[in-house]
């Protein structure tokens, strides 16, 4: 039914590359009973030879052909037969005729039915027989569009299916991937709001706070087009980073306009003279906050892998947005501020504005006083550094490492895996157990299970299953315990008891196509060359120390243990005094142990292959072989005993080869609640204490969070070298740009406390918000040297300079700072699907940013008057 009519639709679609179907297609099979055969002289051979012969579309020519006769009045296509569609038609077929005139057909020899082509897999879901199959994305391809192309697709042909046959998605990731997209959506407009908010307490005039608002729609729409134009698409990673640049993208117009309401209100100017003199003040330091924000996301776009490939699209958006940020504060908001705002009459403050001025004038006179006392004091700045650089230290190498978090994505995987040599009945009846315990323990969490037999990701064969389960929606599992990563615990705990098979839950990769599962993959590589039997006795030996280990969970073998094979032993001096050909006799092994596909018959308009095979009560058993038989040269029929032995052998394990060096696949997972950083770690010393030399070698996601790892100092060193560089030639100055990138380590304490505060661990997504602290603890020191510089150029003295750079600055850090806090407040605080990731980024940068404003604005000041003294001695 599938392959009639749905496969062709499915596989014609926009976005689908190829589908793997779960069960098989029908085909026509022949089962041979050996002793009908040999009760009538005949081989494997004979009933092949005869399909081959009449099962054929012969066409032979035309009658009337040129040249024809004059007056030739009829032209029509000749054949002699056509291709049998039937089982009786198969069962008709001739195989001998005897002297007595007797006719010997196919049905007097075999059994014939429409069967399956392949018995070797299976599927069902929730208990029932079904039809699976699987959609790869083609290159390129958007996961979204193809699964609404293909659900569309089924739709339209459900309702020409027979009654009792339904569709059903048991692994569909798309709704997760949707309604992450949305939650970020949601936090895009509640950080806005929050945005909007702060401004309109900071600048108390609506005027003045829709002016900074308009940067927000334009950037963005301005990003998307350079998204558009770079062939990325709007994914959870891009409005990720769209979240962390709506703080960012209002930053510079407003200290455009807050520099703009200064000046009206203390020189009392028109707003476009008070315009134009404030971007004579302030157009250097948004340059130079542009230049380094750019500078600090620039240089993850040239990383490569699949770390690269979201560093990449988090820089482009965010450096495209803070490019555009800069040119809307320069070239558009300064037009606004000219517009829009109106002159500053001197008026009696009231009611809540009054309150908040009032009390922030006091804390700004009490920080520029706290400031003046600690310019006295270098020492004791330099003492409080240096904690905080240990702090730094101290909290970052405490941090768990891992690759991506773990998301609740509605979903689980279970692999399921039997000795080798274990028949699908066994498999089917643990792959039962396995239905029931989703359905039956887990009732009020579980949607759906589907099973599929003779496939996993482990492997193929009749030993192999994998198990399907989907979750039910997110509203109704907002318990912790309804969570997936605890079903997986309490699935785990109860698997552990199979005897007779291994059994491992899973949850799927974070990101799709990062791998099949969640968990890590290495190769036990035999580095010290001990042979294939003492690999695979260390192999054992590391999973049964990973057992009783509390780090690690689920560790399994994906090679095939050494397994026994019967062997047929042919005496080729006895075949040849009897007349037996060994090219047949090996024939006929291959025709009823494995089955030959003869050739094609019709069914439904689709060829389909006809298999010959020895029927089942006749293959089952060592012993069986004597109920075959052979025919000499004579005609006579020879048993097979006669000339063949029967014995036993253990096959090689099949071993993987990393670096030309013998090695064994092994997949695992980390203990609850231990991150996979620890877990690999775990794993590396558990391999060390092995006798005889052997390695680890990392693969697939595993060596990404490794090599993400590696890059990462590399990551962090150039983003600082390259806002130095950029520092330096915006101010020709080797020293002032020291004091804004000593400013960088009080902003990393507090990411990395807050990180370990909340068991966050150091992932990819901790890594970019690290990056946008680095970015954001600058940006906050260039607005207090930038202003300080020029201050000291004017002719104050480097304390009186310094003192009124920060008093004057205080505002405009604090106002863009709370904005972008309350921004990434939604990503800290995000529930939910995809929240993981949000919390991943949102928790590190929102203690950055609290540490970067709250202790670096105590810093910079400090920092630049102790360079600025240095820098001239």
């Known amino acids: 039914m599938f392959s009639t009519r749905v496969e062709d639709q499915i596989k014609r679609l926009e976005g689908v590359g190829s589908i793997n179907v779960f069960g098989s297609e029908y085909a026509m099979r022949v089962w041979l009973d050996p002793y009908k055969l040999n009760k009538y002289q005949l081989t494997t051979a004979d009933v092949t030879s005869a399909i081959e012969s009449q099962n054929t579309q012969v066409s032979v020519g035309s009658l009337g052909a040129q040249p024809a006769v004059k007056g030739q009045q009829l032209n029509v296509t000749v054949t002699a037969q056509s291709q049998l569609t039937t089982v009786s038609d198969f069962e008709s077929i001739i195989l001998k005729v005897e002297k007595d005139g007797a006719t010997v057909r196919l049905s007097d020899v075999a059994r014939v039915e429409i069967g399956q082509e392949s018995y070797g897999g299976d599927s069902r879901s929730n208990g029932r027989p079904s039809a699976g199959f699987a959609v790869n994305l083609a290159t390129g391809a958007n996961a979204l569009d193809t699964a609404a192309r293909v659900k569309d697709a089924l739709t339209s042909v459900a309702g020409s299916l027979p009654e009792g046959v339904v569709i059903e998605y048991p692994y569909d990731t798309t709704p997760f991937v949707k309604l992450s997209i949305e939650k970020v959506v949601h936090t895009l407009i509640e950080a806005i709001v929050l945005v909007f908010v702060v401004l309109l307490v900071f600048l108390q005039n609506l005027r003045a706070t829709f002016i900074p608002m308009i940067a927000v729609p334009v950037v963005l729409l301005g990003t998307f087009g350079v ?156 003492i409080l550094f240096l904690i905080v650089l240990g702090g730094c230290a101290w909290f970052f190498t405490r941090l768990p490492s891992s690759f991506l978090p773990q998301e609740d994505q509605g979903v689980l995987l279970t692999i399921v895996q039997l000795p080798t040599g274990a028949t699908t009945e066994r498999t089917n009846e643990v792959v039962k157990q396995v239905e029931s315990y989703f359905r039956e323990k887990e009732a009020a969490n579980v949607e759906s299970v589907f099973g599929v037999l003779g496939f996993s990701f482990g492997g193929s064969g009749q030993n192999n299953a994998m198990v399907f389960t989907k979750l039910k929606d997110f509203s109704e599992r907002t318990a912790p315990e309804a969570h997936a990563a605890a079903i997986v615990q309490r699935a785990m705990g109860t698997f552990l008891s199979f005897r007779d098979a291994q059994v491992f839950p899973l949850l799927p990769p974070a990101i799709q196509g990062l791998g099949t599962s969640s968990g890590f993959s290495m190769y036990l590589v035999d580095s010290g060359r001990n042979g294939t039997a003492a690999l695979t006795n260390a192999s054992k030996e590391l999973i049964q120390l990973a057992s009783s280990n509390p780090n690690i969970s689920s560790l399994r073998s994906n090679s095939r243990d050494a397994e026994s094979q019967m062997k047929i032993n042919l005496d080729k001096e006895k075949m040849g005094a009897m007349g037996v050909d060994l090219a047949s006799v090996n024939l006929m092994l291959s025709t009823i142990f494995a089955g030959r596909d003869v050739n094609d018959f019709t069914l439904n308009g689709e060829l389909k292959p006809v298999y010959v095979q020895g029927d089942a009560p006749y293959r089952m058993q060592p012993d069986d072989l004597k109920h075959w038989y052979a025919r000499n040269t004579s005609g006579e029929m020879v048993p097979f005993s006669s000339f063949s032995t029967i014995s036993w052998e253990n096959a090689a394990p099949t071993l993987a080869r990393f670096n030309g060096t013998s090695a064994i696949s092994l997949d695992g997972a980390a203990g609850p609640g231990v991150a996979s950083g620890d877990a690999m770690n775990e794993m590396e010393r558990l391999t060390a204490s092995l006798p005889g030399g052997y390695t680890v070698a990392w693969q697939g996601i595993s060596y990404q969070e490794r090599l993400s790892g590696s890059q990462a100092p590399m990551l962090y060193a150039l983003s600082v070298l390259i806002v130095f560089l950029c520092l330096a030639a915006l101010y020709e100055s080797w020293s002032i740009p020291f004091s804004v990138i000593l400013a960088v380590p009080v902003g990393v304490l507090g990411a990395v406390t807050a990180a370990h505060v909340f068991g966050q661990s150091n992932d990819v997504y901790f890594k970019v918000g690290l990056l946008t602290t680095i970015g954001l603890a600058a940006k906050n020191a260039i607005l207090i040297v930038e202003f300080a510089k020029e201050r000291q150029e004017h002719g104050l003295s480097l304390l009186d300079a310094t003192l009124e750079a920060a008093k004057l600055r205080l505002r405009p850090i604090i106002m863009t700072s709370l904005a972008f806090i309350l921004g990434v407040v939604p990503l800290a605080i995000a529930s939910g699907a995809g929240s993981a990731a949000q919390n991943a980024i949102g928790i590190g940068v929102l203690g950055g940013m609290l540490s970067a404003t709250l202790l670096g604005i105590f810093f910079v000041p400090s920092f630049f008057v102790i360079i600025r003294r240095l820098s001239k001695r």
Request: aromatic share 8%.
């Open 227 to 382: 998204l558009a134009l770079t062939g990325y698409s709007i994914n959870t990673l891009t409005m990720f980073a769209m979240v962390l640049a709506i703080g960012l993208l209002v930053d510079d117009a407003i200290v455009v306009v807050e520099n703009v309401e200064r000046i009206m209100s203390e020189e009392g100017l028109s707003p476009v003279e008070a315009t134009e003199k404030s971007m004579g003040e302030i157009t250097g330091a948004i340059i130079g906050i542009a230049l380094v924000l750019t500078a600090v996301f620039i240089p993850m776009a040239f990383f490569g892998g699949s770390t690269g490939i979201i560093y990449r699209q988090f820089s482009i958006t965010i450096v495209s947005a803070m490019l555009l940020s800069a040119v809307v504060a320069i070239v558009l908001t300064p037009a606004l501020c000219a517009t829009l705002l109106k002159p500053v009459h001197a008026k009696k403050e009231r009611g809540p504005a009054a309150w908040f001025n009032r009390n922030f004038g006091r804390t700004t006179d009490g920080y520029v006083g706290s400031i003046g006392h600690l310019l006295k004091r270098p020492v004791r700045v330099t």
